[in-house]
């Protein structure tokens, strides 16, 4: 008896290990690209460029050293819709620097072979900076320059930086993160591609901030700088212009899309140009130009007078500069920085000025129509 339950126990087990193991499932896409995800946070190129077609791997290693120099806290994938061109979100942050995250879209290729997914393909809806080349980073005391320069070359964009956020911290207190981080491109067209423009909508725009560039609720700023644009300038204009990007940071928590532009632009400029020495004259030529030729502006400049490729752009800036000017001289720096605290959704331009100055914004064009005329006489 106790031989032939040994041999059935025996049968049975022998039974088992000649039953097939069943085929494991095909991973998921979003499985991949979580692994994926984890090989550039754990700067893993093997693991990295395991997930990718063999034909694109030259471009992906590529890419992977490019970004090798980045602090990323963070990096994670999103998948939107699968098939075999997915629509992706990636997500990451900067150490240090991003509370939360910058997103951009992709579009992947996707192949699957045994049971595993591979990437054959990536477009960026708009480029990233290592798409570009090798990132160099350097780190000021309240900066971080990411740049495909030499680092001693980027180095010089830190110090300004750092003076900008000094100069920011003065005007507007210290209730924002009072850091910035700067992207520096090679070219204007690299420049134009990381914000997924033209080239000529940027052409003599010395850099912009990407709080500017839509929503308010964009969670992480970004300086961009035109290298053509910004080597072209001073020492001074270097340090007017990321000064006014800093104050596009600082003032990012309580700009909403009824801030006016003639406010936001002007207030940067304003705190920019601030202990500067320019003149009038020196700061706004082409409405001094205008002005001296009988062309008076009848109203504030209005939103679709600062598209980057408007005819009267300059003046647009320059009248909102004087602007705020005005409100600074006439009211006080407190009061302008608690004006534009007070345009919020609710909130007119019109309501917050009779609020905070006691007069109305069709009174408040009077004045300034007189302000300009007077400056730039």
Known sequence: MRRFLVTVAACALLAAGCTPTPPRAPESVQHMLDRHAAAVLHHDEPAFLADVAPSLQPVQRQVFQNLAEVP???????????GSAARVQLRYRVKGYD????????????????GRWRITSEQHTAAQLWDQGKVHVVRGTHSLVLGLGTPASLAAYAADADRAVAAVRRVWGDRWARRVVLEVPGTLDQMAALLNASSAAYRGIAAVTTAELGSPAVPADRVIVNPEAFGELSGLGRQVVLTHEATHVATRAFTTSATPLWLSEGAADWTGYLGMGRTPHQVAPELARDVAAGKLPRNLPSNTDFGTTAAGLAQAYEGGWLACRLIADQWGSAKLTALYRGVNDRTTADTAM????????????????????????
């Open 99 to 114: 509370a939360d995250p910058v997103t951009t879209d992709l579009s992947l290729g996707l192949t699957r072979n045994g």
């Open 354 to 377: 009779r609020r905070t100055l006691g007069v109305s914004l069709v009174e408040f064009t009077a004045r300034w129509r007189a302000y300009v005329q007077k400056e730039l006489a």
């Open 72 to 82: 990323l806290a963070s990096w994670s994938y999103r998948l939107e819709s699968s």
